[in-house]
């Protein structure tokens, strides 16, 4: 099969495009033809003349994509006009999904937006109303400010101090960390990511002052590499994966740790579960510009994350929400990571987040914003 790729390879994230491209290849081997795009910041145009490279000019039979939902709009009309499936691995269940579902697209998704909600639910029923936010424009700040204010607005959370750090000149975060410190919080809400993370974490280590007070964050936030920085509050988030220790997860981690050095990554387990539908769809004899989503029925994966079952009503895998809670080893270093409880979205929950609507301009839409 000859697969294209829409992945960031380059600019702020190049690590998700190479751990799901090495985890795919890893599962499925080297008798596919992998033709990669490097989508960068993955901008509706980019992904739009990518996907066009691909099929009209590279004629891949399948296409991989680290694609935001506002992409959908611009991809969608080319998919179903050359009948070229795409799996994408970034557009979480916004309702867009469900408003026009395509037999040629699957969603393999992380839900951000929805985990988030679900975080900040969890914080005002169990820590308090009162928050302060710390939020990196390049983690789509805008609509995870927006994840918070919903749920505030439902559960009766009072934001004391909103921060958007553009890390421009004007925007030091020291000084925004500074302000938060004095704020008297039940918890502060954290959406950080790469070398960002590690600069909040670098900060909020030496305010000791809050290290007592809880730490509520995006599930990126808690990637491993991220979280051996030394810091003593308590951090909890939601999170629709995690570490099962199934067999797939100790599987995942031995290639890790032999070919990287390190634990699993988010994206790492993207392309894993990817692979797997990939292997479906091949077992099941899925011809070229065949649909694939029928290939898909009572299909399960056994993933790092859990036990997944495909919905054909969204064309997308029925999700747990998990909360953790990350604290300091007794002896110091990396924290561990306790799963607290199971998430269950009501029915008004899901209301609200299946109604959720923004209109707001620019790129800041289109990349990991559910």
């Not at 747990?320 to 561990?336: C, F, M």
Request: with cysteine; hydrophobic share 35%; glycine share 4%.
């Amino acid at each position: 099969m000859k697969i294209g790729l829409l992945l960031p390879f380059s600019k702020f994230y190049p690590y998700i495009g190479s751990d799901l491209y090495n985890c795919l290849k890893y599962v499925l081997g080297d008798s596919h033809n992998y033709v990669i795009k490097d989508t960068h910041l993955a901008l509706p145009k980019e992904n739009q003349n990518a996907l066009k490279e691909l099929i009209l000019y590279e004629n891949v039979d399948l296409i991989v994509g680290f694609v935001g939902y506002k992409s959908l709009t611009t991809i969608s009309p080319l998919i179903q006009q050359t009948k070229t499936p795409i799996i994408l691995c970034n557009a979480g269940e916004h309702p867009i999904l469900k408003a026009d579902v395509n037999p040629y697209i699957v969603h393999c998704s992380l839900d951000m937006f929805n985990s988030i909600y679900l975080a900040c639910k969890w914080a005002f029923q169990n820590l308090g109303q009162n928050y302060s936010r710390l939020v990196s424009f390049f983690d789509a700040g805008f609509p995870v400010s927006f994840a918070t204010e919903e749920a505030a607005k439902k559960y009766g959370g009072e934001i004391m101090k909103t921060v958007v750090s553009h890390k421009n000149e004007q925007d030091d975060l020291k000084s925004n960390i500074d302000l938060v410190e004095k704020e008297k919080n039940s918890f502060v809400f954290t959406a950080y990511q790469g070398f960002e993370a590690f600069e909040v974490m670098k900060y909020l280590s030496e305010t000791k002052s809050i290290n007592s007070i809880p730490l509520v964050s995006s599930p990126f936030f808690t990637e491993p590499e991220i979280l051996h920085a030394n810091v003593s509050n308590p951090i909890y988030t939601v999170k629709s994966w995690g570490s099962e220790h199934n067999d797939a997860y100790k599987l995942l981690k031995k290639y890790f740790s032999k070919e990287l050095n390190r634990t699993p990554s988010f994206s790492g387990l993207l392309g894993y579960e990817v692979a797997l539908i990939i292997k479906r769809i091949i077992a099941k004899n899925w011809a070229r510009n065949e649909e694939i989503v029928p290939k898909l029925s009572d299909f399960k994966i056994e993933s790092p994350r859990g036990n997944l079952l495909f919905n054909q009503h969204s064309n997308s895998f029925n999700l747990d929400y998990h909360l953790y809670k990350y604290e300091e080893i007794k002896s110091g270093g990396i924290k561990t990571a306790t799963p607290v409880e199971t998430i269950i979205p009501t029915e008004s929950d899901w209301e609200i987040l299946n109604n959720f609507k923004e209109e707001l301009p620019g790129w800041q839409n289109t990349y990991l914003c559910t």
